[in-house]
């Protein structure tokens, strides 16, 4: 329903309420083109103001009879009619004034929801924004399209002077794949993130396994590691590759002593990436000293295979794998080489002992090549993986256990290849 009349506040409050299938009635008034009167089946009356743009009608909602009297509808109808003749999109200025006001912090919660949404870790997300509440929490609160290339960049050097080249780094990454996925969903933000702009520092993937010779050093200083539970989990990443994450949080419910596997559900890359493995049968010997052995340092060890105690008093997994001691100055000194180093020595074990790249890739839970038709037709037995483990395992305790002496072939570092 279309009519037209000169409107008044009693012509207003005559206009007719739609009837039977038709939802919203349309009025136009005769004194400014493009001024409308929209009535709800409720009767419902609200001003508008219309006019084709490049072929395509546009609208905007002026507001609600009788809050707006007509007078000052029809002055505000023909500033948006005059707007809307010189080619002004009403559509395209309100998304990006939205955009305009999309803040980093917003930009955070989006990212952090499109990866909850892709089923990331927690602990992925979490850190993402712990990083940038560190180091730009001074821009948690400003639009997200003031940020510009130069600060970007001055922040990227501040960040390296003061935390070093790889929280920098990642800084950075972080806030682009924040940009990125505002910018996804708001087309008025530039394609091109601010951080363009920065020089990222150049960092290599270290590669540090250690070496041959110095095993069996690294063996007796685990030995002596008073807390067993602490021992037992750094021969269980040695032996497994796994990463320290999966490590610490593996629980007994994941562990098939009758089939010797074992399930990690949550690895890098959250659920989808999911994976079932055997291990070695000293990996299951360790597990089940754990389970003895747990119950009574713990009492309840809560499922945990390698549990402590938290600052509240709760048993729960071990927080940090990584071995620290103190000099005389109470500084920390490396004890034990990172956990990621004994995820390098299984990989080198690995490929010393002739394991099949393939059959490696699955036991460190690394994603297949993608490139090749034949690869994708394969997958290895239980059975197959298990005699892989074994060989590792088999390859790294000969040299944890004995003198570097008994091992002449074994002259140290440069033997090997990072």
């Excluded at 309100?94 to 955070?108: F, K, N, P």
């Excluded at 290339?149 to 070093?164: F, K, W």
């Excluded at 007796?220 to 590691?225: A, P």
Aim: glycine share 6%.
């Amino acid at each position: 329903m279309q009519t037209r009349f000169k409107f008044t506040e009693a012509s207003v409050s005559r206009a007719a309420v739609p009837t039977g299938s038709k939802a919203t009635a349309f009025y136009w008034d005769t004194e400014v083109r493009g001024f409308g009167l929209r009535v709800g089946q409720t009767g419902a009356r609200s001003f508008i103001a219309q006019r084709d743009i490049r072929g395509r009608t546009r609208r905007v909602t002026l507001g609600k009879w009788p809050t707006f009297r007509v007078a000052q509808a029809r002055e505000w109808a023909r500033e948006q009619v005059f707007k809307m003749a010189c080619g002004e999109d009403p559509a395209e200025a309100r998304r990006a004034e939205e955009a305009r006001g999309v803040t980093l912090e917003d930009a955070i919660e989006m990212h952090a929801s499109a990866m909850r949404a892709k089923r990331c870790a927690p602990k992925s997300i979490s850190s993402i924004r712990e990083e940038l509440d560190r180091h730009v929490s001074d821009w948690l609160a400003r639009p997200l399209a003031s940020l510009t290339r130069n600060e970007c960049a001055e922040r990227h050097e501040r960040i390296t002077r003061e935390a070093g080249p790889y929280s920098a780094n990642r800084v950075m990454t972080s806030l682009r794949a924040c940009y990125n996925t505002a910018a996804r969903r708001f087309e008025e933000l530039a394609d091109t993130p601010p951080t363009v702009g920065v020089t990222f520092n150049k960092v290599r993937r270290r590669r540090e396994p250690i070496p041959w010779a110095e095993l069996a050093d690294w063996y007796e200083r685990v030995q002596s590691i008073g807390n067993p539970v602490r021992r037992d989990l750094q021969l269980f990443i040695l032996l497994t590759g796994l990463r320290a994450t999966d490590a610490k949080t593996v629980r007994f419910e994941h562990v098939n002593f009758e089939a010797g596997t074992l399930h990690r559900p949550k690895p890098k890359g959250g659920e989808d990436r999911a994976f079932t493995v055997p291990v070695a049968r000293e990996v299951l010997d360790l597990l089940r000293r754990r389970r003895d052995e747990n119950h009574v340092l713990y009492g309840d060890d809560r499922g945990w295979a390698f549990p402590s105690t938290n600052m509240a008093g709760r048993v729960s997994h071990i927080a940090q794998p990584k071995e620290q001691r103190y000099d005389a100055e109470g500084r920390k000194v490396g004890y034990l080489p990172s956990p990621h180093r004994l995820r390098d020595t299984f990989a080198t074990a690995g490929h010393e002992a002739r394991v099949h790249p393939m059959d490696l890739k699955i036991l460190m839970n690394h994603a297949l090549p993608t490139g090749d038709v034949t690869s994708g037709y394969i997958r290895p037995s239980v059975e197959h993986l298990r005699e892989s483990a074994e060989l590792i395992a088999a390859f790294l305790l000969t040299r944890a256990r004995k003198p570097s002496s008994e091992h002449p072939g074994d002259s140290g570092e440069s033997e090997q290849v990072a």
